[in-house]
């Protein structure tokens, strides 16, 4: 076969010189093309032939377009040749046919078979390397994928990718010369790849069935990285219309959906989702992604955290495309598009079927929940849409966490408003949301549950009843002495993370503000009988608040837990429930601080307590507002020690003594309850 071909060439080249005078010795071509034949009969490639013939080719490009196609379509045939691939890059042919194509356009037969070439000798050869130094390391180099992404020829090849006449040959080019080759893929994602695919795929006149996967790999590799500025905004439809293909494999639409997931991390492509009512379309290919993602899924009841390596990329990939809804459904433009009433929210509200995969129901809980961001949406999607329900539906299943994770969310979103916490909190919502509580190998969803209590909680006395039923109505039973809150301060003497530690303790102090407040629409019976049932059941309610006041990184935090102690050294059985957080030395020692403004050995208190939170430390507050706060727990630590010694509660009588010494110091006169900071 590769005698023939020099032997066609040799033809060439006879008919060139008979017809046109050139400045070449003929008869030397020749001759380097008859010993390269019988040098091929033995497996050998005559390199120099191969370089004699590149410097004849020169002289046929300006003048001799008909010859030079004749030769360049042999070697295109050739070059099919994984045998003969390395020849073209080390004689020099290759990077003259890269020249040949910079200098033409449209549909011409020297571009066409120019392209062959270039495209074949880049197509496995990976085997042929040379080095090249970055940061005093070697790296292996394609010769041949390395000339066809210079800065000479790489622009051109991207520029006749906009042309739908040649895609059928210029698409498998680039796609041989980036395939496994990170070098090219960053070179050509560089030089607008993207772009020019996108204005490809845009084009009426392009059929892109049968480049159908070529296109979506060179789409996937040409984004990530890549800055979109340079991409129109409707680039993002021409995604959506490709993946809305007939024809589209599955392997083909995660690459799409990749592709897709880079532009929708650009507030820009958000709106002009929301803008043109592409959201639907969105929501679609989660609904066609679903069966991907689950057939490509291990057989379990859990998320597949370390499976195979496709089910992980199908999986990250849905996961992307939900986040990127999660946050197109956060903006305001959003929710002014797309009102309760409308189609989508429909479609949403049915994913929150128990029978749903469970990326769909994430997907809607998260939108959801993003939309239920006033009281009127809010209440309507209770009172009207009974999603609430749903949610605690989802709730029963704990089989998949990050669903869990997504409703309880969801559900803590419902219940801001003051109307709709009575109706979401029930005696089975409570029950549900303590299930979690137990779930010690995921914090997260610990802490989301113990923040929906806190909300629930929040001005609904009703509620604060259901968590202090028994976990039993039997009298025999050790579980009629528990109560769903022993369960939750089990949960704080258990769990090692701290934000979970806050929340728990910034529930109890929502308890007593909820009790407190409601005792002025209550009989006093009521009001005492909630009061006794909290400290004869809970003896140590007082431990997370404790825990609040002995660190002073959130300042806020620290303030909420002085006032909840003082509220609850009101009562006589309040202030013996307090007294037992202070007979710790420790706790004892934060209190004379905060009342002196000194620590106990004499210096300045400094910060204490976890660092895991950054919100409303001292770092991020003003000074007048530090010092503001700090002048607030010092009056509610003043009247914390005021009930204390009136209600004659049990301590350590070192510490009374202390006591009595810093309201003496401090001139405070004890009365009555004293008046609370707030």
Same mark, same amino acid.
């Given at each position: 076969?590769?005698?023939?071909?020099?032997?066609?060439?040799?033809?060439?080249?006879?008919?060139?010189?008979?017809?046109?005078?050139?400045?070449?010795?003929?008869?030397?071509?020749?001759?380097?093309?008859?010993?390269?034949?019988?040098?091929?009969?033995?497996?050998?490639?005559?390199?120099?032939?191969?370089?004699?013939?590149?410097?004849?080719?020169?002289?046929?490009?300006?003048?001799?377009?008909?010859?030079?196609?004749?030769?360049?379509? @042999?070697?295109? *045939? #050739?070059?099919? %040749?994984?045998?003969?691939?390395?020849?073209?890059? &080390?004689? +020099?042919?290759? =990077? /003259?046919?890269?020249?040949?194509?910079?200098?033409?356009?449209?549909?011409?037969?020297?571009?066409?078979?120019?392209?062959? @070439?270039?495209? *074949? #000798?880049?197509? %496995?050869?990976?085997?042929?390397?040379?080095?090249? &130094?970055? +940061?005093?390391? =070697? /790296?292996?180099?394609?010769?041949?994928?390395?000339?066809?992404?210079?800065?000479?020829?790489?622009?051109?090849?991207?520029?006749?990718?906009? *042309?739908?006449?040649?895609?059928?040959?210029?698409?498998?080019?680039?796609?041989?010369?980036?395939?496994?080759?990170?070098?090219?893929?960053?070179?050509?994602?560089?030089?607008?790849?993207?772009?020019?695919?996108?204005?490809?795929?845009?084009?009426?006149?392009?059929?892109?069935?049968?480049?159908?996967?070529?296109?979506?790999?060179?789409?996937?590799?040409?984004?990530?990285?890549?800055?979109?500025?340079?991409?129109?905004?409707?680039?993002?439809?021409?995604?959506?219309?490709?993946?809305?293909?007939?024809?589209?494999?599955?392997?083909?639409?995660?690459?799409?959906?990749?592709?897709?997931?880079?532009?929708?991390?650009?507030?820009?492509?958000?709106?002009?989702?929301?803008?043109?009512?592409?959201?639907?379309?969105?929501?679609?290919?989660?609904?066609?992604?679903?069966?991907?993602?689950?057939?490509?899924?291990?057989?379990?009841?859990?998320?597949?955290?370390?499976?195979?390596?496709?089910?992980?990329?199908?999986?990250?990939?849905?996961?992307?495309?939900?986040?990127?809804?999660?946050?197109?459904?956060?903006?305001?433009?959003?929710?002014?598009?797309?009102?309760?009433?409308?189609?989508?929210?429909?479609?949403?509200?049915?994913?929150?079927?128990?029978?749903?995969?469970?990326?769909?129901?994430?997907?809607?809980?998260?939108?959801?929940?993003?939309?239920?961001?006033?009281?009127?949406?809010?209440?309507?999607?209770?009172?009207?849409?009974?999603?609430?329900?749903?949610?605690?539906?989802?709730?029963?299943?704990?089989?998949?966490?990050?669903?869990?994770?997504?409703?309880?969310?969801?559900?803590?979103?419902?219940?801001?408003?003051?109307?709709?916490?009575?109706?979401?909190?029930?005696?089975?919502?409570?029950?549900?949301?303590?299930?979690?509580?137990?779930?010690?190998?995921?914090?997260?969803?610990?802490?989301?549950?113990?923040?929906?209590?806190?909300?629930?909680?929040?001005?609904?006395?009703?509620?604060?009843?259901?968590?202090?039923?028994?976990?039993?109505?039997?009298?025999?039973?050790?579980?009629?002495?528990?109560?769903?809150?022993?369960?939750?301060?089990?949960?704080?003497?258990?769990?090692?993370?701290?934000?979970?530690?806050?929340?728990?303790?910034?529930?109890?102090?929502?308890?007593?503000?909820?009790?407190?407040?409601?005792?002025?629409?209550?009989?006093?019976?009521?009001?005492?009988?909630?009061?006794?049932?909290?400290?004869?059941?809970?003896?140590?309610?007082?431990?997370?608040?404790?825990?609040?006041?002995?660190?002073?990184?959130?300042?806020?935090?620290?303030?909420?837990?002085?006032?909840?102690?003082?509220?609850?050294?009101?009562?006589?059985?309040?202030?013996?429930?307090?007294?037992?957080?202070?007979?710790?030395?420790?706790?004892?020692?934060?209190?004379?601080?905060?009342?002196?403004?000194?620590?106990?050995?004499?210096?300045?208190?400094?910060?204490?307590?976890?660092?895991?939170?950054?919100?409303?430390?001292?770092?991020?507050?003003?000074?007048?507002?530090?010092?503001?706060?700090?002048?607030?727990?010092?009056?509610?630590?003043?009247?914390?020690?005021?009930?204390?010694?009136?209600?004659?509660?049990?301590?350590?009588?070192?510490?009374?003594?202390?006591?009595?010494?810093?309201?003496?110091?401090?001139?405070?006169?004890?009365?009555?309850?004293?008046?609370?900071?707030?």
């Amino acid at each position: 076969m590769a005698e023939r071909m020099f032997a066609s060439l040799g033809v060439v080249v006879q008919h060139a010189a008979e017809e046109h005078e050139l400045d070449v010795d003929v008869q030397e071509v020749l001759n380097a093309l008859q010993r390269a034949g019988e040098e091929s009969r033995r497996g050998l490639r005559d390199i120099e032939a191969l370089s004699i013939l590149r410097t004849f080719l020169g002289q046929l490009l300006p003048s001799n377009p008909q010859d030079l196609l004749e030769a360049a379509s @042999i070697l295109a *045939n #050739a070059s099919r %040749d994984s045998f003969w691939r390395p020849s073209f890059g &080390q004689s +020099g042919l290759l =990077d /003259f046919f890269l020249h040949a194509q910079t200098i033409n356009d449209g549909e011409n037969g020297i571009l066409i078979q120019s392209l062959r @070439i270039i495209g *074949n #000798a880049c197509a %496995d050869t990976g085997l042929i390397f040379v080095t090249w &130094q970055q +940061g005093g390391s =070697d /790296f292996p180099t394609d010769i041949n994928r390395e000339l066809a992404i210079s800065q000479a020829y790489l622009p051109s090849l991207v520029r006749h990718v906009k *042309n739908p006449r040649l895609s059928n040959i210029i698409i498998p080019v680039i796609y041989n010369i980036c395939n496994d080759y990170e070098r090219a893929q960053h070179a050509f994602r560089m030089h607008g790849l993207c772009p020019a695919l996108i204005s490809l795929l845009a084009d009426p006149q392009f059929d892109a069935v049968s480049l159908l996967t070529y296109i979506c790999v060179l789409l996937d590799l040409s984004t990530e990285q890549y800055d979109l500025v340079a991409c129109s905004d409707h680039s993002i439809s021409t995604l959506v219309e490709l993946l809305q293909h007939d024809d589209i494999e599955p392997d083909d639409m995660l690459l799409v959906v990749n592709a897709m997931n880079v532009f929708l991390r650009h507030e820009r492509f958000q709106r002009y989702f929301v803008e043109h009512d592409l959201v639907n379309i969105l929501v679609e290919v989660i609904v066609r992604l679903s069966p991907i993602v689950t057939a490509r899924a291990p057989q379990t009841n859990l998320p597949s955290v370390g499976g195979d390596a496709d089910d992980e990329v199908s999986s990250s990939l849905q996961g992307a495309m939900i986040h990127a809804l999660s946050d197109i459904s956060a903006t305001s433009d959003f929710a002014e598009k797309y009102t309760i009433n409308s189609s989508l929210v429909t479609t949403l509200t049915g994913w929150l079927g128990f029978t749903q995969p469970q990326q769909i129901q994430i997907c809607a809980c998260l939108m959801l929940g993003n939309l239920a961001r006033s009281d009127v949406v809010c209440q309507e999607m209770v009172n009207r849409l009974g999603l609430h329900g749903r949610l605690l539906e989802l709730l029963e299943d704990q089989i998949h966490p990050q669903v869990s994770y997504a409703a309880l969310g969801f559900l803590r979103n419902l219940t801001l408003p003051t109307e709709n916490k009575g109706v979401v909190g029930t005696q089975r919502s409570v029950e549900l949301i303590s299930r979690f509580w137990s779930v010690d190998a995921n914090p997260q969803i610990q802490h989301a549950s113990v923040s929906l209590l806190r909300q629930l909680l929040n001005g609904c006395i009703g509620n604060v009843r259901w968590l202090l039923d028994s976990l039993s109505t039997d009298q025999d039973s050790p579980a009629y002495e528990k109560t769903y809150l022993s369960l939750l301060l089990l949960l704080f003497r258990r769990t090692d993370d701290a934000a979970t530690q806050f929340e728990i303790a910034r529930t109890v102090a929502t308890i007593c503000r909820c009790i407190s407040s409601s005792s002025q629409g209550l009989p006093l019976e009521s009001t005492n009988a909630i009061w006794h049932r909290l400290y004869g059941m809970h003896l140590d309610i007082a431990t997370p608040l404790a825990m609040m006041i002995s660190q002073s990184r959130f300042p806020i935090l620290r303030s909420e837990g002085w006032f909840a102690l003082a509220l609850m050294a009101r009562t006589r059985e309040g202030s013996a429930a307090v007294s037992e957080v202070f007979q710790q030395l420790e706790v004892f020692g934060v209190l004379v601080t905060t009342i002196t403004g000194q620590s106990t050995n004499g210096s300045e208190r400094r910060a204490s307590g976890p660092t895991t939170m950054s919100d409303n430390s001292d770092s991020d507050s003003r000074p007048e507002q530090v010092e503001e706060m700090k002048a607030k727990d010092r009056e509610n630590a003043l009247v914390l020690v005021n009930e204390l010694l009136r209600h004659t509660v049990r301590l350590d009588f070192l510490l009374v003594g202390i006591l009595r010494q810093l309201c003496s110091h401090l001139s405070f006169v004890s009365h009555s309850a004293g008046a609370l900071s707030l």
